[in-house]
């Protein structure tokens, strides 16, 4: 049998997504640890078992209630050639970073993926004029959403692949500074793949005024961060 072109549509937007969150995806978030690197000189963070929870508490209090439920606004946004709503939630998402650090790596990453997407030449066409339709110093969250949606990813699968990119990297922090072995990263992607499952469910169904982070702790460590006497990730 000949597959279809709707399967064909299937194949790339997959592909598209699984380009999107690789860790090979030239765009620096390697170099940032959202506070985890801090978090572990404080000792709040020490072995599989505490990263585990700090995990899951970011997850729930964090990117739940944040970023999953804000790329699905954006998604929805490029789809409906929302520029108001794209830059009202852009500038949302940049309100919402507590610390330097945090904001720093938001803007960081969304002007090397906006670079990278100029390169590819996918960048989302704008007026006569304007050499893009991208809000000025879009976010990485705005500029994920962009290329989601140009890929053809439903929104359910794109708030699943930006998920798992954080709980990538942030393990990939671990194995790095903890340190934490890979196969300790591995039972945590088990026993975390359900949490992501429910988080993206919850982020989908929240009404606007639910949203918001509640992660003083993440936060405080961030901060720290920035005059750590050691670091082997930015600030």
Not at 97 to 116: K, N, V
């Amino acid at each position: 049998m000949v597959p279809s072109t709707a399967d064909h549509g299937e194949d790339m937007a997959l592909l598209g997504l699984l380009q999107l969150v690789s860790p090979a995806l030239p765009i620096g978030a390697f170099a940032f640890s959202q506070g985890l690197e801090s978090a572990f000189e404080l000792g709040w963070v020490t072995d599989e078992a505490t990263l585990g929870e700090w995990l899951e508490g970011v997850l729930e209090d964090g990117l739940t209630r944040c970023e999953l439920p804000a790329l699905a606004r954006l998604h929805a946004a490029w789809a409906n050639g929302n520029d108001v709503a794209l830059a009202e939630w852009d500038v949302w998402l940049a309100a919402n970073r507590e610390t330097a650090e945090l904001a720093a790596e938001d803007s960081r990453l969304g002007a090397s993926l906006t670079r990278l997407l100029e390169s590819l030449e996918l960048l989302p066409p704008g007026p006569s004029r304007e050499p893009s339709a991208l809000p000025a110093g879009a976010g990485y969250v705005t500029v994920f959403a962009w290329m989601a949606h140009a890929r053809g990813v439903p929104v359910r699968q794109t708030l699943l692949g930006f998920a798992w990119a954080w709980l990538e990297n942030q393990l990939a922090v671990a194995c790095k500074a903890l340190p934490l072995g890979h196969t300790a990263a591995q039972r945590l992607v088990e026993r975390l793949r359900p949490a992501l499952v429910a988080a993206v469910d919850e982020a989908l169904v929240l009404e606007d005024d639910a949203l918001g982070p509640a992660l003083p702790g993440l936060a405080l460590a961030s901060a720290l961060h920035e005059t750590q006497y050691s670091r082997l990730f930015r600030s």
